[in-house]
């Protein structure tokens, strides 16, 4: 079984990334809490010894290259999550719904069971979000 490490270099290679200790330590972070998504204050206290423009600049990056995405934002916190496998650096293929519970905080990645379709006349809808709160499954 290959280890996060190899697995995160891989996925560095795979989307033509160069391998480095910032990019390898943000991605451990992202798949040790998979499914569920990452503060940004949780992220920049895991990579301490990563300073905070270079931080930015990697997530800029991840999500320029569909290695993540912003999972959820209020006025405190913004969050990222790993990207599904069908993600690119020309668009990100999103088939859900962020969900964040009201008592735990943690924020996940939930598929719908059936597809969820919006129709505005007279408009051409490039990307629709759904940010939805509430108690999870594990807080109930």
Do not use: W
């Amino acid at each position: 079984m290959e280890s996060h490490i190899e697995i995160s270099k891989l996925l560095l290679q795979k989307e033509k990334l160069r391998v480095t200790p910032a990019r390898l330590e943000l991605l451990q972070i992202l798949q040790q809490k998979s499914p569920a998504a990452v503060t940004f204050s949780t992220i920049q206290n895991a990579c301490s010894k990563t300073d905070r423009v270079t931080l930015y600049r990697t997530i800029q990056t991840f999500m320029d290259n569909g290695v993540i995405h912003k999972a959820y934002q209020n006025e405190e916190e913004t969050y990222y999550a790993l990207c599904s496998h069908n993600c690119s650096s020309e668009a990100h293929f999103h088939n859900h719904l962020h969900f964040k519970c009201t008592s735990c905080q943690q924020v996940t990645c939930e598929y719908l069971l059936e597809e969820v379709k919006i129709v505005l006349p007279n408009f051409q809808i490039h990307k629709a979000e759904i940010g939805v709160e509430g108690t999870c499954s594990r807080c109930y």
